[in-house]
């Protein structure tokens, strides 16, 4: 079982104060790397939700100046620098991922707040130039309201800063979901915030549990009119349909489908070392890892070899060892569903240049994948039409600019693409040609605070990150005045 001192309190948060679930329901939450159960936690669902939701809507009836709402953020900042290695150890336990790189994700989390305090006079009123009609012209950014942020189990802390940050700069309670794979990092951020800060009751709520309750609780609140939701583009989709009715504003940040496309002129050294971060953080589930590789005809030995080198000293492992580069998958469905990707490619004529044969891995036995490379890769293989979310690089060659183009946005996603390539006018050319929301140009790197982050087309709606992440959880209102 868990120790913490950040999870004195398993349970939810409601109108400031901890809570447990009403009914005797609960759902164990295990560590990945060796099947363990680190603690039982109590099943919310409707009674709680709207309990939450009741609490945020009195936190709605009043309003907090500017001042107060920066100091929150920048002590959640704070208080997140100042546990990372505790909150990192719990991601760790109930993820998967190094404890290092899970420090890495609560940095990245606290980056958000930092982000959110600094640009948080954007907030004050605009005047417009000059005279209309008579009158001066005001937009004043007005708070949406009760906001429900539901998010995903990939990154436990860094998606949940995201969206909890615009929506306390911009005055909006919240009610949290988590997913039920990693309730417990979330736990110990909230631990914190009541811990650290002063908020009004009401303001920041969390409820952990059963998701379609808790989801269908929010949809069809009328006091809730912004739901803000990071997962697969599946649910996304749910949640439009049962906000329809009531016509509520979504932001969804879905799934991914990232071409990487390495032409005949790139640093190969860069692109493949570039690719290693990129596709094996967080074990490969991430929304912006590279799932799709073309590599250009005459270089694509070459690079095949430098990457199978690098992919082949990569050490897998228990997160809380030393020295580890990657950790587990989340669960068997993860593991399965790479498996089940890499024997379709290699029945269908892919080349298995590192990793074991599907036939030889069990999810029975352990969910640490290992770092797999596979080559003759085509575009009908279940690996480049799905997002595969896991350890898998598949090669796929091309001749033309045009070629990597077309097939790079032949998908129904657009989140994140990735080229390499040292001439920058043909980079660019290809960058302004493809549809995805986040393009790398000679990196791998994923989104940051101050950039407005999110997908086109059936990634999403909307944007994270950037004054565009700020403004997602206002309402801007226009006055014109008379004098
Ligand atoms: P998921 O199954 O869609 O779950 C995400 C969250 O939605 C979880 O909290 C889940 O709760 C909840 N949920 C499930 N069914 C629901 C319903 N009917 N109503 C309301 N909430 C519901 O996604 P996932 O497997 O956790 O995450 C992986 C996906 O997220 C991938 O496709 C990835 O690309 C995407 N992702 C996108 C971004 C981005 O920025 N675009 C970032 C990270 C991940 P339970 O856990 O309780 O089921």
Redo the contacts with the bound molecule.
């Keep these: 079982m868990i120790e913490s001192y950040l999870l004195k309190n398993i349970g939810g948060y409601i109108d400031g104060s901890w809570c447990q679930a009403e009914s005797d329901k609960s759902f164990a939450v295990s560590n990945p790397a060796n099947g363990k159960k680190l603690t039982d936690v109590g099943m919310m669902g409707t009674i709680e939700t709207e309990r939450a939701i009741a609490a945020a809507k009195r936190a709605n009836q009043s309003r907090r100046d500017i001042q107060t709402r920066r100091e929150w953020l920048e002590d959640i900042a704070n208080a997140l620098r100042d546990e990372k290695r505790e909150i990192g150890r719990v991601l760790c336990l109930e993820h998967g991922k190094p404890w290092q790189e899970a420090q890495g994700e609560v940095d990245y989390a606290a980056s958000f707040f930092d982000y959110f305090a600094e640009i948080i006079d954007e907030l004050q009123p605009d005047t417009l130039p000059g005279n209309v009609k008579g009158c001066s012209w005001t937009v004043h950014h007005r708070p949406v309201g009760v906001v429900g942020l539901?998010?995903?189990?990939?990154?436990p802390i860094?998606?949940i800063a995201?969206k909890l940050a615009p929506a306390l700069a911009a005055d909006c309670p919240s009610v949290t979901?988590?997913?039920?794979?990693?309730p417990l990092t979330m736990i110990a951020m909230f631990q914190l915030i009541h811990d650290r800060l002063d908020l009004p009751p009401g303001m920041v709520n969390l409820v952990?549990?059963?998701?379609?309750e808790?989801?269908?609780t929010?949809?069809g609140s009328p006091d809730v009119p912004m739901l803000s939701?990071?997962?697969?583009?599946?649910?996304?989709r749910?949640?439009i349909n049962?906000t329809k009715e009531q016509i509520k504003k979504l932001g969804?940040?879905?799934?991914?489908n990232a071409p990487f496309i390495v032409c005949d002129d790139a640093d190969l050294d860069a692109a493949a070392t570039n690719l290693i971060a990129n596709k094996f953080r967080g074990s490969g589930?991430?929304?912006?890892c590279a799932n799709r590789i073309y590599v250009q005809d005459s270089i694509y030995d070459e690079f095949t070899e430098k990457l199978v080198a690098k992919v082949k000293a990569m050490r897998v492992g228990d997160g809380m060892d030393d020295n580890v580069d990657m950790g587990p998958l989340?669960n068997a469905d993860?593991f399965n569903k790479v498996k089940k990707h890499v024997a379709d490619a290699l029945e269908n004529g892919a080349t298995l240049e590192t990793g074991k044969h599907p036939n030889e891995l069990s999810s029975d036995r352990n969910l640490f994948y290992p770092p797999t490379v596979i080559s003759r890769v085509t575009h009908e293989m279940l690996c480049t039409r799905e997002?595969t979310?896991g350890p898998l690089v598949p090669l796929i060659r091309f001749k033309s600019d045009e070629e990597a183009i077309m097939a790079g946005n032949d998908t129904e996603f657009g989140?994140a693409a990735y080229v390499f390539c040292s001439n920058s006018d043909r980079a660019h050319h290809i960058i302004s040609r493809l549809s995805f929301g986040h393009c790398g140009l000679n990196t791998g790197t994923g989104?940051a605070a101050h950039a407005p982050?999110?997908?086109m087309k059936q990634?999403?709606i909307g944007r994270?990150g950037g004054r565009e992440g700020l403004l997602e959880f206002t309402e801007p209102q226009t006055v014109p005045n008379g004098g």
């Design positions: 539901i998010t995903p189990w990939n990154f860094g998606m995201k979901k988590p997913a039920q794979e990693t952990i549990g059963e998701e379609t808790i989801g269908n929010l949809t939701f990071t997962g697969s583009t599946g649910v996304g749910l949640l049962n969804l940040e879905l799934g991914g589930q991430t929304c912006v989340i993860g997002e979310f989140l989104p982050f999110g997908g990634s999403g994270e």
